[in-house]
């Protein structure tokens, strides 16, 4: 393993380095009293360090990667030029979790607009967790809960859990927050289901308007319960095709809400969206949708402890 060594205070009485085998990790000299005044968590880390007396002891650093550690120490240093301008979404990610961890992240405000519109215009599916994750640490509210609705409709089942083990987040709050978004996925897809269901035996009801079927008003009304019983095969033909029929269980479905709700509005504007059964169809797709997706804006305030709520004032400020 090469290590490397780096000197960020030439006075510096502490060596800090990435915790565990780390290929390549670089061992730092730092001043032990820049470190106290960026993290609480340090300073007392620092305090059992200093009470071991061994001065060739390194105090190991929580981290992802160096290039974090690094931008974190040269940041606690005053070496502001050593600061990166831009960051990528992974980098972000990395960074605010080391910060979140050591509970220094409003350290970063200076940086929060110079780094933002990089990682925004970047934000694939694939890192949509990670981006998620950044606006939290770095509360951000509004933003967090745009990406906390992308989260539940753009991510199918094996996205979901492929991204969060990625991260590699562990802790009762994240656990928690998880089961959280995977709720509103689940209602919201038993919200179309249920929609869908509803719809489908509504057309079976001979006593609802002939303008529910489009044919049916054509035709003068003369048989439009025989014309809403060929319109409810040819829609589960439809559904069966886009193999959502019968109607699965919500826990059943692997797609996104997205794909559901996409599968759902092609088989109604195949040849329905004529029909009042069809414009009624999609309106109470979307009112069901969108009073599942409300329940992403209190995630913040519901899991959020104390020192995160003030850490969000001070980016915000």
Not at 54 to 59: E, N, P, R
Not at 202 to 222: I, K, M
Not at 293 to 309: C, I, K, R
Request: glycine share 6%; charged share 25%; with cysteine.
């Amino acid at each position: 393993m090469n290590e490397q060594a780096t000197i960020l205070d030439k006075h510096g009485d502490v060596k800090v380095r990435l915790k565990g085998q780390v290929p390549g990790a670089t061992t730092y000299t730092v001043c032990s009293r820049a470190l106290a005044r960026a993290s609480p968590v340090l300073r007392a880390e620092m305090r059992h360090h200093r009470a071991a007396n061994d001065k060739d002891a390194v105090l190991q650093i929580c981290g992802s990667d160096d290039e974090s550690l690094a931008v974190f120490l040269n940041i606690a240093h005053s070496r502001f030029l050593a600061v990166p301008r831009t960051l990528t979404v992974t980098q972000m990610h990395n960074l605010t979790t080391l910060m979140s961890a050591y509970k220094c992240t409003a350290m970063l405000a200076p940086w929060i607009d110079s780094w933002m519109p990089a990682a925004q215009g970047t934000v694939r599916r694939s890192d949509i967790f990670a981006m998620f994750w950044v606006y939290w640490d770095l509360g951000l509210r509004d933003e967090l809960r745009k990406m906390a609705h992308r989260v539940v409709v753009e991510l199918d089942t094996n996205e979901v859990a492929v991204q969060s083990t990625r991260l590699g987040r562990r802790s009762s709050k994240t656990t928690a927050v998880m089961d959280r978004l995977s709720q509103i996925r689940s209602r919201s897809l038993q919200a179309l289901l249920a929609t869908t269901s509803d719809v489908l035996e509504r057309l079976l009801v001979l006593e609802v308007s002939p303008r529910w079927s489009r044919l049916g008003a054509v035709r003068g009304g003369t048989d439009p319960g025989r014309c809403r019983l060929a319109t409810c095969a040819r829609l589960r033909s439809l559904l069966q095709a886009a193999a959502l029929w019968p109607l699965p269980e919500a826990a059943d479905v692997r797609e996104s809400v997205v794909e559901v709700y996409s599968k759902l509005a092609a088989a109604i504007g195949h040849d329905h969206m004529g029909c009042e059964a069809g414009r009624f169809w999609c309106r109470r797709m979307q009112e069901a949708l969108n009073a599942e997706l409300d329940l992403v804006g209190t995630l913040y305030e519901d899991y959020a402890d104390v020192s995160e709520a003030v850490v969000s004032q001070a980016l915000r400020g």
